[in-house]
């Protein structure tokens, strides 16, 4: 069985040293010395100033709106996961989606302004796979109308513009590290901001807007997260360079094998590194999709429909909308197998089936 992404576990020892740390000191959560230290390694390895460590992905999203005071429209893209769009539901904030690019799949900049009205406040956009986003575009376009940008960075782990962090950009961009994520600490979230204040503010609304013994600052949430999973945020740091050969080594051969195949990879930032994250493919038609992947599933090798179907058409809680670009492109594209122990000799088996599956 090839499943569609593994966690990567490091080996056993190297997590229980730190575990019997914990037990010696006794101190479980609430900012621990192992949740500073993850903190004060992510920044270095990161190359960036300011980051919070906190629960997941999610609750990053949600603590950057509400610390940014969003209250009205953010604009969105309807081509992500569904908690960019929960998130904003979620703080009250009304979704407007915009359509992505064809060619990169993060959402189309050159399309932002006519969705703007004078209730936007803010631009919330995903970087799909791990693919900048037009950060410059987008930047110009929220200085003109004095809208605040946050970027979903959950995939994108490492990956550089013009050599500086992908998480510099905007004014706060949030992360995953959850157990499927390219780095993970099992649960898991980073929140990112240049700006010291912000930064303070979302520390506090992490520890539930507690100020001192007996006041608070502002509406809270427990945004905090736990020694344990600091320790595998640790480990998991040490493994990462080698995680991202192994992936990129998998990712070339994928590209090798399937020159031939009908398919098309989302074009890449011009001046960002790859993260190798995903290996996704927009396939010629639905058709042939549906085919590779019943092919693939009766072979025991699993590929994912990610980002199938569009949010804006699939919420209960939205009226459905249809975006041409995203509704066509939702349909077409698979991520195949990849993860850090899958072997290339299992990559060229899964490009030679999906090869005579779409030459049959
Ligand atoms: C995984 C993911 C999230 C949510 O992160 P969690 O840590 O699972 O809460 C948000 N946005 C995108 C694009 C994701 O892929």
Known sequence: MIPVTKPFLPPEGDYLKLIQGIWKRQWLTNMGPLASELEMKLKDYLGIDHLLFVTNGTVALQM????????????????????????????????????????????????????????????????????????????????????????????????????????????????????????????????????????????????????????????????KNSEFHAAMGLVNLEYVNDIQERRNAITNRYKEQLGNFKAYMPLWHKDASQNYAYFPLVLESEDLLLKIKSGLDGNEIFTRRYFYPSLANALPYLEPKEYKITDDVSRRVLCLPLYHDLTLEEVDLICRLMLRIQNN
């Open 64 to 223: 950057a709106i509400k610390a940014l005071e969003i209250t009205g429209e953010i604009i969105t893209t309807p081509f992500s996961f569904v908690a960019t769009t929960s998130s904003i539901v979620w703080e009250g904030c009304t979704p407007v989606f915009v359509d992505i690019d064809a060619q990169t799949l993060n959402i189309d900049a050159s399309k932002i302004e006519e969705a703007i009205t004078e209730n936007t406040q803010a631009i919330l956009a995903t970087h799909v796979y791990g693919n900048p986003c037009d950060v410059i575009a987008i930047e110009r376009i929220a200085k003109r109308h004095n809208l605040k940008v946050i970027y979903d960075g959950a995939h994108a782990f490492g990956v550089k513009v013009n050599g500086r962090s992908i998480f510099e950009y905007g004014d706060v961009s949030t992360c995953s590290l959850h157990a499927t994520k390219l780095y993970h600490s099992i649960e898991g979230g980073l929140i990112v901001t240049k700006c010291p204040d912000l930064l303070k503010k979302m520390a506090s609304i992490r520890n539930f807007g507690i100020s001192g013994f007996d006041s608070f600052n502002e509406l809270g949430i427990n945004g």
